[in-house]
């Protein structure tokens, strides 16, 4: 069990808007750790989508955002498209752990 | 271009040690972290600590303390995850990945070297 939660599953339509929630505590989001989203399509590495929140890499499409309040983030993606079927997962620093943390991850299943 | 090469698959017995090496290339060893993260099959990424090429300091997770030695060798801009005491709950994926500095965010990654620890 990660002590970031996100919901197992997702899913919408082509065109439609979908958020993925990272849920987390005073001991990582909570304390104002920067929270960062990754991509992963099977059988290949993680990509970041987005980090410290809300910043995107370059090269990733304006449909993808993030953001944070309190204990909580957010990934949202817009304008859904059959290539952003794929596992995310966000990740935060932990106090507790001393270390950096993944959450559980979702799986976005395009209708 | 950038690129963490990362070395092959391994297969080891129980109580074992593998080492993993990260050939990088295409920027400044040391001006980044270098992250180690694994990922069991059907699980999500585990952060396993991070190294400062430049100087060799290292943090792991607690969960590895004691078990895995993260080195480098700046001549050829290689990084190395060492974990010993092996159990079949370590196979996994591997990866190396390139800390874009904000708190372990990886901007690149290496391809995975996958390890199987069976008897």
């Known amino acids: 069990q990660s002590v970031l939660t996100q919901p197992p599953s997702v899913s919408g339509a082509p065109g439609q808007r979908v958020t993925i929630s990272c849920t987390g505590s005073s001991s990582n989001i909570g304390t104002g750790y920067d929270v960062h989203w990754y991509q992963q399509l099977p059988g290949t590495a993680p990509k970041l989508l987005i980090y410290a929140n809300s910043i995107r890499p370059s090269g990733v499409p304006d449909r993808f955002s993030g953001s944070k309040s309190g204990t909580s983030a957010s990934l949202a993606i817009t304008g859904l498209q059959a290539e952003d079927e794929a596992d995310y997962y966000c990740q935060s620093y932990d106090r507790s752990l001393s270390g950096s943390v993944f959450g559980g991850g979702t799986k976005l299943t395009v209708l | 271009q950038m690129q963490l090469v990362q070395s092959g698959a391994e297969v080891k017995k129980p109580g074992a040690s593998v080492k993993v090496s990260c050939r990088t290339s295409g920027y400044s060893f040391s001006s980044y972290d270098i992250i180690w993260v694994r990922q069991a099959s059907g699980q999500g990424p585990e952060w396993m600590g991070w190294m400062n090429p430049n100087n060799g300091n290292t943090g792991y997770a607690q969960k590895f303390q004691g078990r895995v030695t993260m080195t480098r060798n700046t001549s050829i801009t290689t990084a190395y995850m060492e974990l010993s005491s092996l159990r079949s709950e370590d196979s996994a994926v591997y990866y190396c990945?390139?800390?874009?500095?904000?708190?372990?965010?990886?901007?690149?990654w290496g391809q995975g070297t996958l390890v199987t620890v069976s008897s």
């Open positions: 990945a390139r800390d874009l500095g904000y708190s372990s965010s990886c901007d690149f």
